[in-house]
């Protein structure tokens, strides 16, 4: 009898323990198993939100491309920024003020020729650097980077604009959102105003929103804001709207982000 009492308890014994395991191995199941899907899950879809929050920037910068502002032997002058670590970009920076353009102050007056200063130039891991700073930063579209430099450094070249300075006015005008547009009329990358420049979107037939011509006119404008007012500094309070020294700050906002762009890069800051 003893024996069958103590052979019963171990069979209890061993049943407790069989069930005791199999709940908890159940139990470790159901976790597993949903951490499985939450991982998997958030695999899917965090990818999906990042790219879903960059394809504004994407799908809109890709206009951009060297391609649509570059006709004929225009071509050749362009130098391409691709993720290349050989490819290189070179560029003069001002050597002379720019033919007058259509400004909001009047008739530009003719500015005294400016000594030539020497040539900028961004080699492939520069500008891989650069893109990969605005990409970071203003989270573009590392894809987008590339026509947008290409662009930058083309408009630069032809206003006789260091291109930090373009990129520097595009980061504090708009963040790089090319649909940004503001309270007063401000549309684009470099926010032009579109009521008082409309006349030079449809000279190249484009809008305000369209990335590369609102580029060009935004340069062509601050070109025209430095030929008047003498200096890159009174320029940019001319291109923010201010008829006076005091433009609440804008000016050194601008340069501020211009010299984080030459850090970020490594590139050597034009002399104004």
Known sequence: ??????????????????QYLAESL??????????????????????????????????????LAPSSMQTGTEADAGAELG?????????????????????????????PPVPKKPAMV????????????????????????????????KVGR?????????????????????LAESHVGAQGLMQVMTSVHQDKFDAVGKNALDPTANISVGATILRDCINRRGSVDTGLACYVGSTGPDDNGYGAK???????????????????
């Open 254 to 272: 601008v340069q501020a982000e211009r010299r984080r762009l030459a850090l970020a890069s490594g590139i050597a800051l034009a002399r104004d």
């Open 158 to 178: 032809e206003k006789q604009l260091d291109p930090l300075l373009l990129l520097a006015v595009i980061a504090i005008e708009s963040r790089y959102n090319p």
């Open 83 to 111: 993720t290349d670590a050989a490819s290189a970009i070179a560029m003069a920076v001002p050597t002379a003020p720019a033919s007058n353009a259509t400004g909001m102050l009047g008739p530009a007056r003719v500015a």
């Open 26 to 63: 159940r139990i470790c199941s159901v976790y597993l198993g949903i951490a499985v899907i939450v991982t998997v899950s958030m695999g899917f879809a965090l990818p999906g939100l990042r790219d879903q929050a960059l394809q504004v920037h994407k799908a809109l910068l890709t206009a």
């Open 1 to 18: 009898m003893p024996d069958a009492s103590v052979a019963s308890l171990f069979r209890n014994m061993a049943q407790g323990v069989h």
């Open 122 to 153: 961004a080699t492939g891991p520069q500008a891989e650097a650069l893109r990969n700073y605005i990409s970071r930063k203003y989270k573009v579209a590392y894809d987008a980077t590339g026509p947008l430099l290409n662009t930058v450094y």
